[in-house]
Every structure is written in C-alpha cells, then in structure tokens.
C-alpha cells in the first residue's frame, strides 16, 4: 500500500441547493488541470469573497453603529473597503474563472421530471463522483498523483473543457 497523500489539488466544487417547493440545484465547477495552485487559491477566494463579505460587512457596519459611528459613514467606510478588494480579486481572477466548466441542473418538486432534467443531473452526479472518488483514492494512496491528474483532465474534458488548453 501506498503512503497516504495530502497533495491532491483542489479540483473545483460541487453545490447544491434547495429552495422553495423543493427545487434543487445542483452546480458542478471544474478548474483546469493546468492551472496553478496560486489561481486555483484564487478562484477559490473570489467564490467565496461576496457571501463572505456581505455577512461580515453587516456584523462590521452593525458593530460600527453600535459604537456611535453614523450609519451613513460606516456603509461608505465599509464599501470604500470591500469594492476594491472584490474587484482586485474578481480581475486577478479572471483567467481563471473564465476556463473554468460549469455544468448545472435543476429540478422541481412541482412537477415531474424531463428525461433532459434527469439526464443533465446524472451527467453532474457521475462526474462529480468521479472527481470525489479519485481525490479521496489518491488522499488515501490507492492512486498516484498522476492517475488523478489523468482522471481529472478526462472529467474536465468529458464536461466540455478546452482540450487544446489542457497539456
């Protein structure tokens, strides 16, 4: 058996999401295989910066408020902070995000599925598997680094990926 491997790259991610009526959504986002921890990092910030931002902007902006600062004066203060930075960040990147592939499907408990619905959602379930399941193998050394990478290339491709892009 092979030693346990910390070391596998942050592929992409999976979400998904209930609303209302029990609609579900599920988003699968894959990251190049050529792209560098540092821009996987930063796509991985940019994803999480505005819910992150927002959340904490209104604990900071009720907090300023709280100590006697107008509330006029804390949103400018926080927004002269936070706009800068989601900008510098969403700009750095960009490269990124914009080879990025992002597969998405829905589906309704109002109403009964289309045979395109369930097809969508099994193509993001199956790839999404098989990112997961490669990442824990290669965690857990059952694979080497360069069988994931190979499994990783392969589902970015199968979901569209730029083939040309990928070495």
Partial sequence: MTAVSPSVPRWGHVSRTVSHYGTVASVLAIYPPDSTG??????????????????GGVVVWVGLCAVGV????????????LLPVGFSLSRRARDIRQRT????????????ESAQERSQQRRLDTIAEALQ???????QGVISRQEFDRAWRA???HAGGNTSAVS
Avoid: I, K, Q
């Fill in 38 to 55: 540092a821009e996987r990092r930063l796509a991985e910030a940019n994803r999480f910066f505005t819910p992150l931002a927002l959340g």
């Fill in 70 to 81: 107008p509330p006029l004066l804390a949103t400018l203060a926080l927004t002269a902070v």
């Fill in 101 to 112: 592939v992002t597969l998405a499907a829905s589906r309704s408990g109002l109403h009964e």
């Fill in 133 to 139: 399941d490669a990442a824990y193998a290669c965690r």
């Fill in 155 to 157: 589902a970015y491709v």
